[in-house]
């Protein structure tokens, strides 16, 4: 309460604790206190149509000023519901309490009154005289009509004097019908029906991006108001809006699950709670709906109707009272959400309010850009695998959704959760998306990336919530949370409206089909549990007996006719489970008519057969979760000795795939005849093998005399080349910071395919296919080069090639690729392996490859050089380079030295005999390098740890 000394004034103490009451006054409250207090103060809250909230000046070392509530003395006014009282009906507003707190509100709320306080009741309510403007509120609440006054009396049972002016107004009140006197009206219609907790999602969609007039009823942080929203009809609604672009601290003490103590509250926050209530506390504001959240919460800005430039946000951000919230800054237009961070930066940089405190940190806004990405792989309805630009396997989580839990072992799966699987299978798995990075979740290594992922303009997130098959979760209140969040709760909420998927009425049951995968129990097992509680678990059992007569029993149901499924994970090469619908059945199919190479056992440590891994790696491309056709192999070889399947499988499209056909034409199976002749299928599979066999790859390599034959030729034109010590060589392609390919000057064979391919037209048959091994030719800046193809993906109908005349790689689409005669394909490549003697790359991890490999490329790209072959072994031909100009004594600085020098290269710590003498003739170099502290040397020594996981990642 403001006056000039800023304390109250007060009057000489009554020496009666009591007053007695007169004969006709109708007051219930008992007087304990007569002592009357006089002063000043600002109008912070109107809370009914007799009663004010007064705050006066702040005192030195306290923020938060002194408040004083005061109700108008000798004066009754229709009763306000209170908040508290929301459900009981006998306490709604009394007739016309609306209106007589609206005009109290408009005529004081925010000026500057006196007071004079009377007496203090039992309940510690403080009754006296509020004067505006010179002239008293309570002459102006009864002349309004909306205030009646008590008839209290004297002894002589005449009315008190001081109150005989009052009475006069209000009989000119009842004679004018002004306020609750008005004639001709129902007292019923007067009285506002208040709703606290209204359908905020339907308030939001009704009036999305609209300024909607509303009166700030409670503050309840600097960042968190309630709101009346007035209706004609008198059916106000009251409820909770946030600020967007802001969270300030909370006000009250915060217990989270599973924590002993509460949360200490922020003296800060009380702070920006009384700045933000003396100014906007039941103020006439717009409210611009901008966003909603999971628990029903809506989020905006409030603004003056008159004064929509006056911010309070910004306010709050400058004096460091709240800090900026991303997620819902991205709701607001981007300037106004840029000037909320230049407020924010301000108030930080003078180190003011919340910024005080050194450990305070500012939130930063995902800039993570959207990339193209292949589904590899489905997990669940919001889980799958994408593979990045680098070819790099990523799993990750759909951002800011949850679908049903899947199954896993002893656990059930929830319902509809095969559902959500299913429709994102057959929605994106081999297919390139946009992929969205919007945050981590998990501590140390086990973090999971969690996107957003749009196919087109279709956001995947969003689909998956509009047909029921997830729901949006909810954050907390800083939570990071995906880009298009306020979407997500939309298209939840109107699932739940429509009663699609999850909300259906009657729920949804859980997806039922039989797992023929599961190992089956025999009688035996089912007599006795696997390990009792408190033993060591029991070791996995094998497939045997009861597995092979479980599928026998659903052979008369197959029979050899084809069945539509797809293939749910692809075990080997030659083993795949398969999923088929038309049956409800979950089985292991095991491919017929060929013998894939085995993979390395993972659980019983067995060796792989040469190129397991890669026809396994090939099978999941091919077919990993696409439709497929299964036939089963007729008779009793239908099951085999584990109970898995024995049947033919189709890649399902336009272009019917056989998965076996597609092993044998890449050389990485041979034909099981007794099977493939079994389902009539040994023709078409021996065709596909002739394929691999006339280009002897793969399994066929070794294949006959002439593969033979050629092994010796290409030895002996190997050790002629280890004769000629001398090569003149020109640098074509850098392979890594100690690595490259290059031609020899003196290649003859290069004049030869350069006019031969000058002779290529481009023409090629109609239905060409580019086949892996095979030999083609591509168009490279208005001219041909030899390409052989390492992969074929024939979803993207695209090819991996390496330019064999040059060393590089591309992927090319199918299009690009011509066949070339067959003379040409077999001349051998132009381009050979070298490697720079005595010295090792950097270790990755260190940060320092692709600085190594941009420097040998300026040291040695395009250029010619005199190459001195050291060694030749796995990794390439080992050699020293110096300039074909260089004269004979003339000293000139290695490539080897230069790249030591600068940190960008180590010597060998075990070299080979024939390069062991490069150690000493370089270790100066390096010595240079580690006392400078260039490249890999910034923070010392490499350790032989580093040294020997850089090995073991080279050796695989």
């Given at each position: ?12 103490a ?6 007695k ?5 109708k007051?219930k ?7 009357p ?24 070392g ?13 004066v ?13 009906d ?13 005009f ?13 306080t ?6 510690g ?26 008839t ?9 004097a001081?109150?005989e ?5 209000q009989?000119q009140?009842e ?16 009285v ?5 907790d ?14 909607v ?9 600097g960042?968190?108001?309630?709101v ?12 909770n809006v ?16 599973g ?7 922020n003296?800060?926050?009380?702070v ?6 003396k ?8 409210f ?11 989020y905006?800005r ?5 004064h929509?430039e ?9 004096n460091?009272?709240?800090?900026y ?14 000037e ?13 309010g ?7 940190q ?11 990405m292949?589904?590899v ?9 994408i ?6 396997d ?13 199954g ?7 319902p ?7 429709w994102?299978r057959?929605k ?30 279709q ?9 029921g ?10 939570g990071?949370?995906a880009y ?10 109107k ?9 259906s009425k ?13 190992i ?14 408190g ?12 597995d092979?007569?479980?599928?026998k ?23 795949l489970k398969?999923y088929?619908?038309s ?25 792989g ?8 790696t ?12 299964v ?16 049947a ?5 499209g336009?272009?019917?795939v ?16 007794r ?18 066999k ?8 070794t ?13 002996k034109?190997?050790e ?8 003149k060589?020109?640098?074509t ?28 037209d ?10 892996f ?23 993207e109908?695209?090819?991996?090639v ?34 720079l003697?005595?010295?090792l790359?950097?270790p990755?991890?260190l940060?320092?490859?692709d ?9 040695t790209?395009?250029?010619?050089f ?20 260089k ?21 060998t710590?075990?070299?080979a005999?024939?390069v062991?003498?490069?150690n000493?003739?370089?270790?100066d170099?390096?010595?240079e ?12 020594e ?10 073991r990642?080279?050796?695989?």
């Amino acid at each position: 309460m403001t006056s000039k000394d800023s304390v109250e004034k007060k009057a000489p103490a009554d020496k009666t604790a009591k007053s007695k009451k007169g004969k006709g006054d109708k007051s219930k409250d008992t007087v304990v206190s007569n002592q009357p207090q006089v002063g000043c103060g600002v109008v912070k809250n109107v809370t009914s149509g007799g009663t004010v909230v007064i705050y006066g000046q702040a005192t030195q070392g306290n923020a938060i000023p002194p408040e004083k509530t005061i109700t108008l003395s000798g004066v009754n006014v229709p009763k306000m519901q209170r908040r508290t009282q929301r459900d009981d009906d006998k306490e709604k507003d009394e007739p016309y309490a609306f209106h007589a707190r609206e005009f109290l509100r408009k005529l004081l709320i925010g000026k500057k009154v006196s007071f004079t306080t009377n007496h203090t009741n039992a309940n510690g309510r403080e009754y006296g005289n509020l004067t505006f403007d010179n002239i008293s509120v309570a002459d102006q609440v009864v002349s309004a009509g909306f205030g009646v006054v008590k008839t209290a009396t004297n002894k002589e049972g005449k009315m008190h004097a001081d109150r005989e002016a009052l009475y006069g107004l209000q009989v000119q009140a009842e004679k004018a019908g002004r306020g609750r006197h008005a004639k001709g009206v129902d007292p019923s219609h007067a009285v506002r029906d208040v709703n606290y907790d209204p359908d905020t999602f339907h308030f939001y969609m009704e009036n999305k991006g609209k300024a909607v007039p509303v009166i700030v009823d409670y503050v309840r942080s600097g960042s968190t108001v309630s709101v009346e929203v007035p209706r004609p009809n008198m059916k106000h609604l009251v409820f909770n809006v946030t600020l967007c672009g802001i969270v300030c601290p909370r006000t009250v003490p915060l217990k989270r699950k599973g924590q002993k103590k509460e949360e200490k509250v922020n003296p800060i926050g009380v702070v920006a709670q009384h700045y933000v209530a003396k100014r906007l506390l039941k103020r006439d504001m717009e409210f611009v709906t901008l966003g909603i959240d999971k628990s029903g919460n809506i989020y905006g800005r409030l603004q003056f109707a008159a004064h929509p430039e006056r911010d309070i946000t910004k306010l709050l951000l400058k004096n460091g009272y709240g800090r900026y919230l991303p997620w819902t800054g991205a709701l607001i237009d981007p300037k106004l959400s840029a000037e909320y961070r230049a407020c924010e930066a301000a108030a930080a940089a003078a180190k003011v309010g919340l910024w005080e405190n050194p450990k305070a940190q500012r939130a930063t806004a995902n800039t993570s850009q959207p990339a193209l990405m292949k589904v590899v792989m489905v997990n669940s309805g919001d889980s799958l695998t994408i593979q990045d630009a680098k070819g790099k396997d990523i799993r990750v989580n759909l951002a800011s959704v949850r679908t049903p839990r899947m199954g896993r072992r002893e656990t059930p799966s929830e319902p509809l959760a095969f559902e959500a699987k299913e429709w994102l299978r057959k929605k994106i798995v081999g297919k390139r998306v946009s992929v969205r990075f919007e945050y981590k979740r998990g501590t140390g290594n086990t973090q999971s990336d969690f996107v957003s992922i749009e196919q087109g303009r279709q956001n995947i997130n969003e689909q998956l919530c509009s047909l029921g098959f997830a729901t949006a979760v909810q954050h907390m209140m800083e939570g990071p949370r995906a880009y298009n969040y306020v979407k997500l709760v939309e298209a939840d909420k109107k699932a739940q409206i429509g009663k699609r998927g999850l909300h259906s009425k009657p729920p949804p049951t859980v997806h039922k089909y039989t797992d023929l995968t599961e190992i089956a129990r025999s009688k035996k097992d089912t007599k006795k549990k696997d390990a009792e509680e408190g033993d060591a678990p029991a070791p996995r059992r094998q497939r045997g007996e009861a597995d092979v007569e479980r599928a026998k029993t659903f052979l008369p149901q197959l029979g050899t006719s084809q069945h539509r499924g797809h293939v749910e994970y692809v075990i080997s090469g030659s083993k795949l489970k398969v999923y088929l619908a038309s049956k409800k059945l979950m089985c292991n199919v095991v491919l017929a008519g060929v013998q894939v190479p085995r993979t390395a056992g993972r659980r019983s440590g067995s060796q792989g057969d040469k190129y397991g891994e890669e026809a396994s790696t090939f099978v999941k491309n091919l077919c990993l979760q696409q439709n497929v056709i299964v036939e089963m192999s007729p008779g009793e070889n239908a099951v085999d000795r584990r109970g898995n399947f024995v049947a033919y499988v189709w890649v399902d499209g336009p272009s019917k795939v056989s998965v076996a056909a597609a092993l044998l034409r890449k050389g990485l199976a041979k034909i099981f005849v007794r099977s493939a002749e079994a389902g009539g299928y040994l023709d078409v599979l021996r065709k596909a093998e002739n394929v691999a066999k006339k280009d002897r790859i793969k399994v066929w390599e070794t294949f006959d005399e002439e593969m033979k034959k050629r092994k010796a030729e290409k030895d002996k034109r190997a050790e002629a080349e280890k004769k000629s010590k001398y090569q003149k060589i020109r640098v074509t392609e850098i392979v890594d910071g100690t690595s490259f390919y290059a031609q020899l000057e003196e290649d003859k064979n290069l004049t030869a395919i350069e006019e031969a391919l000058a002779k290529v037209d481009g023409t090629k048959p109609e239905d060409f296919e580019p086949e892996f091994g095979m030999v083609c030719a591509c168009k490279y800046e208005d001219s041909w080069c030899r390409v052989q193809i390492n992969d074929v993906d024939e979803t993207e109908m695209c090819c991996d090639v390496v330019f064999v005349d040059y060393g590089n790689k591309d992927t090319l689409q199918w299009a690009d690729v011509v066949p070339i005669d067959e003379e040409l394909s077999r001349k051998p490549p132009c381009a050979l392996k070298y490697r720079l003697a005595g010295i090792l790359p950097p270790p990755e991890g260190l940060g320092w490859t692709d600085p190594a490999f941009q420097r040998l490329g300026e040291l040695t790209y395009d250029k010619v050089f005199n190459a001195e072959v050291l060694l030749r072994d796995n990794q390439g031909t080992h050699v020293t380079l110096s300039s074909p100009d260089k004269k004979e004594g003339e000293k000139e600085e290695a490539v080897q030295a230069t790249l030591l020098k600068e940190g960008l290269a180590r010597l060998t710590k075990r070299p080979a005999y024939e390069v062991k003498f490069l150690n000493r003739q370089f270790r100066d170099y390096q010595q240079e390098g580690v006392k400078a502290r260039a490249g890999i040397w910034e923070y010392g020594e490499v350790s032989d740890e580093e040294e020997e996981e850089d090995n073991r990642r080279r050796r695989k």
